[in-house]
């Protein structure tokens, strides 16, 4: 089922660019930065949430100060039976805590698994208790994440990179000439 089609335009594209940088912001901030009323602001921000454009917000932690000061990569190859019950598997890894983020990729690997452990022996018994013991999982390679860094955003948050995606733009307002 394809998503519906929505109409963006240039502001809109703006107030996302903005709140993917900082979430924090406030409808004043935004208004300021984008040359509208707060309320107008306030109102297109709504609308982008109802749209199902801006799906939430997040606080970024610093997971080594909380204790979690290894993070890791995990490969993982499903096995020709476990691809029968691939969604109960990801629903099930998603739910320890230590879990970040899991893909359903293409090519070598069937899922890529980011997870976060105190120590390497925290990140063994993860390992051993929910992927050794999985007959759904035929093998799986771990690789230890020396650095992480989040980028700023989408690379291309323009009104042209959204063409792909099937985002209508609203026509440009012609200036009124006096």
């Known amino acids: 089922m394809a998503a519906p089609e929505i109409t963006l ?15 924090r ?22 609308r982008l949430h109802a749209l199902g454009v801006i799906r939430g917000s997040r606080t970024e932690l ?18 020709r039976e476990g691809s029968l019950s691939i969604d109960a598997l990801i629903e099930d890894l998603a739910r320890i805590p230590e879990v970040q983020d899991i893909w359903l990729v293409t090519g070598r690997y069937d899922l890529v698994v980011t997870i ?31 650095r992480h860094h989040r980028s700023a955003g989408i690379a291309d948050l323009r009104p ?12 440009r307002r012609q200036a009124q000439s006096g």
């Open 9 to 23: 335009d240039r502001t809109d594209f703006e107030i996302l660019r903005l709140l993917q940088n900082d979430a």
């Open 25 to 46: 912001l406030m409808n004043k901030q935004l208004a300021t930065a984008v040359g509208l009323a707060a309320s107008s602001v306030h109102e297109r921000v709504k």
């Open 62 to 79: 610093d997971y080594a100060r909380l204790g979690y000061g290894l993070s890791a990569v995990i490969f993982v190859t499903i096995s």
């Open 116 to 146: 976060l452990a105190r120590d390497m022996d925290h990140l063994k018994h993860l390992a051993y208790e929910f992927l050794t013991k999985r007959p759904e999982i035929s093998r799986y390679e771990t690789s230890i994440a020396y």
């Open 160 to 171: 042209a990179a959204a063409d792909a995606a099937g985002v209508k733009h609203a026509p």
